[in-house]
């Protein structure tokens, strides 16, 4: 059954260090997104992508953020400069089309900022 | 922001029995709700879906009730099993969009 995947599983950085978070959805979907989960908390929308370029952001998505499609396969996540609160779970999703369609997650990524 | 709500932390069930899962919603705009499941260290797992033209929907064990009026939905799992232990979440959607908003979770305890 086809999943989505995400490199690296854990992630460790230094405070202001850059990092990119990698996702390769379902082959055949077309909406991408990612959401983190602060240990404790809800899991969180952060940004969602079709047809090559950002279609919403939330509030947590701030210049220090950007989503890329760089090629057919690849979804990146990149942090420009990681601050402490940047810990948590990062998960990307991707779904086949619109209207009622469900979204998969990946198994997502442990960023660890320190 | 509350607009998704899991009132209850945790639930537990002995096997055999049902379990229900409650979920409540304060933005009318919500036309598509999901329960997904989700064990430790992985990512959340599609269980059952529905949208707001519908009331009831059915996928083997699983079934999802929604009340338009109430705002309200709930899972029912019968027969529970111990392998449905795991945290639930329920999340919603909005005009054929895009984000889903999650809510906090129920850890489901299945007792063999």
């Known amino acids: ?8 599983s854990h ?3 230094q405070m202001g260090q850059e990092v990119i978070l990698r996702c390769v959805p379902i ?9 983190r989960q602060i240990l404790g908390q809800k899991v969180e929308f952060l940004v969602s ?7 919403e952001k939330s509030e947590i998505f701030d ?3 950007s989503a890329e499609r760089p090629d057919g396969s690849n979804f990146t996540l990149k942090i420009r400069s990681t601050k402490l609160e940047d810990s948590a779970m ?7 089309a619109g209207g009622f369609n469900e979204q998969f997650f990946g198994p ?4 660890t900022v320190l | 922001d509350q607009q998704v709500k899991q009132n209850s932390p945790s639930l537990s069930v002995q096997e055999g029995r049902i379990s229900i899962l409650n979920c409540d919603y304060t933005n009318s705009m919500f036309d598509y709700f999901l329960w997904y499941k989700k064990y430790p260290a992985e990512g959340p797992t599609f269980l059952i879906s529905i949208s707001s033209i519908k009331d009831k929907n059915e996928d083997g064990r699983f079934t999802v009730f929604l009340n338009k009026s109430a705002k309200h939905l709930s899972l029912h799992i019968v027969p529970s099993q111990p392998g449905d232990s795991a945290v639930y979440f329920c ?15 129920t850890i489901l305890r299945v007792k063999s």
């Open chain 1, 1 to 8: 059954e086809p999943e989505v995947t995400q490199t690296p």
């Open chain 1, 11 to 13: 992630q460790v950085t």
């Open chain 1, 27 to 35: 082959s055949n979907h077309l909406y991408f997104y990612w959401y």
């Open chain 1, 49 to 55: 992508f079709y047809n090559n370029e950002i279609s």
């Open chain 1, 63 to 65: 210049d220090q953020f």
């Open chain 1, 90 to 96: 990062y998960f990307c999703a991707s779904r086949i």
């Open chain 1, 108 to 111: 997502g990524t442990r960023l």
């Open chain 2, 91 to 105: 999340a919603a959607s909005a005009n054929d969009g895009n984000k889903l908003v999650f809510g906090a979770g």
